[in-house]
């Protein structure tokens, strides 16, 4: 194979190009972990803020509907794997991690509606940040383990 | 890991190519752009060898009539990369702090 960059490149160099590379990239498919962070517990906290409000609960209800559906369309026609890398800059990351957040409080909605159990809406709402944590998680877990930064 | 040097990986924009894949599934090509600070068609020029090598996926999909270009790298290459970065780090380890080019690479 032809190398169109003859210039002499040390191994060092090389290693250390390579783990500064890495290192950029990694840091990058993580900077979206503060957000949705932010995010889980701003939509939990505002979730529960508007849960015993009667005609919110219908609001809320649609809104989630509406997202739901939108996502899981956007989801399969942009791939699921370039969401692993960049979740919140594409439009689908975007809208299945506002899914993932509204679908948890729905449940909560329909428990607490129809058991008369408000504490199962507030557990589940409150749920949802813990839920937006780990699933960042998961996916840094499954991100291939640094090789040039051992 | 086998250490194995890898000249298509070797060039400098295609190991930091090779290692900005190597860390997520797969990225946006205005990704690696930006993280290479290179123009679309450098990029391209670069990412050709690499898929033509088998070791970068490329994957266009049309959103709302625009073309998005995703880039993975494939298993052949992720071995590839692991294989070449070893082998750097075996040269790095045999000669020390002594400056490797790529010709004294090639006559090892």
């Known amino acids: ?15 250390m190009s390579a783990r500064t590379a890495e290192d950029a990239m990694r840091q990058r498919a993580r900077s979206m972990r503060p957000l949705i962070a932010t995010n889980g517990l701003a939509s939990g906290a505002i979730t529960v803020a508007v849960l015993l409000p009667e005609p919110w609960k219908f609001v809320v209800g649609v809104g989630a509907f509406l997202a739901i559906v939108t ?11 370039r969401l692993i890398a960049q979740p919140g800059q594409h439009v689908a990351g ?21 058991t008369d159990n408000v504490w199962a809406v507030v557990v589940l709402a409150l749920a949802l940040p813990v839920i937006m944590l780990a699933i960042p998680w998961w996916w840094e877990r499954r991100l291939p383990s640094t090789v040039a930064g051992k | ?15 930091r190519i090779t290692a900005a894949l ?11 752009r930006d993280l290479l600070s290179v ?5 391209s020029k670069q990412v050709k060898p690499l898929s033509e090598a088998g070791y970068v996926d490329v994957t266009k999909t049309v959103i709302n009539s625009h073309v998005r270009t995703s ?20 040269l790095t380890a045999n000669m020390g702090e ?3 080019t790529v010709d004294q690479i090639s006559e090892i």
């Open chain 1, 71 to 81: 996502s899981v369309w956007l989801f399969q026609r942009s791939g699921s794997r």
């Open chain 2, 39 to 43: 123009s679309d068609s450098v990029l």
């Open chain 2, 22 to 32: 190597s860390a997520v599934v797969s990225a946006d090509f205005s990704a690696i």
């Open chain 2, 71 to 90: 880039l993975t790298l494939t298993v052949k290459g992720r071995k590839a990369y692991r294989g070449h970065i070893e082998a750097l780090r075996e």
């Open chain 1, 94 to 114: 975007r809208l299945v991690l506002v899914a993932v957040m509204f679908m948890f409080p729905v449940a909560g909605l329909l428990i607490g509606t129809y």
């Open chain 2, 1 to 15: 890991m086998q250490a194995a040097f890898d000249e298509v990986i070797h060039a400098p924009n295609r190991l």
């Open chain 1, 1 to 15: 194979m032809l190398n169109e960059e003859q210039i002499p490149v040390s191994a060092n160099d090389a290693l």
């Open chain 2, 98 to 100: 002594a400056d490797t």
